[in-house]
């Protein structure tokens, strides 16, 4: 097992070096909320540790990403590159580190280059993603980067990794949350969980809250309003609108009854399960910033990634708070926007699903975006009604390409490895990979069909694997 002290060690070193030589840092990171964090994590350590850097954001990095880098900069790769190793060492010899998440292949757990945490025994799916690794390097490079730690908890919100009970976060996750609490910096509480719940009014909240995705509720306005009306609950008090915030335990209980009315049996179990849950707030943001609340951070770095300004993001994180948060939080409305028509899109053009006991597929060609497959993805694994079952969404990519997205909904128990799935496209000129649980790749236009029939073979074959389990 390699021993993670020495890779980020490694790390700090070279940084070193860079600050006393004048060397330029050239930070490479994703576009999604992970991403973002993450850049703007080792950025800011970076220029305290005295070194010039810069940082650029992109939706994917392969081959020929790896040639182009700087050999003039020392080049940190951040939650993009996984499986390039090689072609980073060709392209540039000693002078990169990766600090990623993504499962790797047995050649790259054994380059001290790659910071991991698959290498060192930690789940890269839900104990600590690349935001997790960078705030790691951070706090080795100097102690007072210790106040980066929520920056952190948002990049493992933005990549769901508050998957343990009452969906809280776990592993290493969970100890820079307990850091962040330590030094006053963070607050971890259980409540219902709406979006925007405390700079939303109650109806909001509840119209914009998207994970669980019900159907006839979620961008309801007037189904809100009716639900809350129905159970009594006071949405106004002293002539203002009440905040989701000012809930108290009985009305909580009371809306989760009134949700329940628009599913049925396990479905109601499964909103009661994913809307309460562990809160995540940033104590330092302002009492009305929708920075306080982690996820709402986190949908609002994906939001400026998805919108081609992750440079908006990555300021953000740094600490910049003045008309860049306007600018965020308008990107924001853009992006749940942009969920909407597609989610409403999709579901009117039913032709676009196909669903077997196992695995639901959807066509959003035309409809979604490269850039948002991800988002529509989780979002419809996250539908109570498709609990237990996976998800499969294609579009089209740039260059004649097909994106795919895939995710494992709520109870879903198959034995499949998405990661392992999706990287099958190799096969089908692409590249893929990720998680079990969630994963992507992108292929061929050409290739699509050759595709589609591998993921039903792999999928069915775990479907009759478990049937007689």
Request: glycine residues 10%; charged residues 25%.
């Amino acid at each position: 097992m390699a021993n993670i002290s020495e890779s980020v060690s490694l790390l700090t070193e070279k940084v070193s070096e860079c600050a006393a030589s004048g060397r330029h840092v050239s930070i490479t990171t994703h576009i999604d909320s992970d991403g973002i964090a993450a850049g703007a994590i080792v950025a800011k350590a970076v220029i305290r540790a005295g070194a010039r850097c810069g940082v650029h954001a992109q939706k994917e990095f392969d081959a020929g990403s790896a040639k182009s880098l700087a050999k003039s900069s020392f080049n940190i790769v951040i939650d993009v590159g996984t499986g390039l190793s090689a072609e980073l060492d060709t392209a540039l010899g000693e002078d990169w580190v990766m600090i990623d998440h993504h499962q790797i292949s047995d050649a790259e757990m054994e380059n001290p280059r790659v910071l991991n945490p698959w290498r060192y025994g930690i789940d890269g799916g839900a104990e600590a993603c690349s935001g997790s690794m960078a705030y790691m390097a951070a706090v080795d490079m100097d102690r007072r980067n210790v106040d980066l730690g929520p920056v952190a908890v948002v990049a493992a919100l933005g990549d769901r990794q508050d998957r343990g009970p009452d969906r809280s976060l776990v592993g290493k996750n969970a100890e820079i949350a307990a850091k962040a609490q330590e030094i006053g910096m963070l607050k971890v509480d259980k409540d219902l969980l709406l979006a925007g719940r405390e700079t939303r009014t109650i109806r909001d909240a509840l119209a914009y809250t998207t994970r669980p995705f019900i159907e006839g509720l979620t961008w309801n306005t007037g189904a809100c309003e009716e639900l809350l009306k129905k159970s009594k609950i006071e949405t106004k008090a002293g002539g203002r609108y009440r905040m989701a915030s000012e809930l108290d335990e009985q009305e909580k209980r009371t809306i989760l009854e009134g949700m329940a009315l628009f599913t049925t049996g396990a479905d109601a179990d499964a909103i009661a399960t994913d809307l309460v849950g562990s809160t995540y707030t940033l104590t330092r943001e302002g009492l009305q910033s929708f920075l306080r609340d982690g996820r709402e951070f986190a949908a609002a770095l994906n939001s400026c990634g998805r919108a081609s300004k992750p440079g908006i993001g990555v300021v953000l994180c740094m600490g910049d708070r003045t008309t860049i948060v306007k600018e965020a939080q308008d990107a924001l409305e853009e992006y749940r926007k942009t969920i909407h028509d597609c989610m409403k899109r999709i579901a009117s053009e039913r032709w676009r699903i196909e669903e077997s006991k196992a695995c639901v597929m959807i066509n959003a060609e035309g409809v979604v975006s490269e850039s948002m497959t991800g988002t529509i993805s989780s979002m419809i694994a996250g539908a109570p009604s498709n609990a237990g079952k996976i998800i499969v969404l294609r579009s089209s990519a740039d260059g004649g390409r097909v994106k795919f997205s895939s995710r494992k909904s709520r109870g879903c128990d198959k034995s499949v490895n998405l990661s392992n799935i999706m990287n099958g496209a190799s096969r089908f000129d692409g590249i893929g990979g990720g998680h079990e649980a969630s994963a992507g790749a992108r292929i061929s236009k050409s290739k699509l069909n050759g595709f589609l029939d591998y993921i039903e073979e792999n999928v069915s074959r775990v479907q009759g694997a478990d049937s007689h389990s």
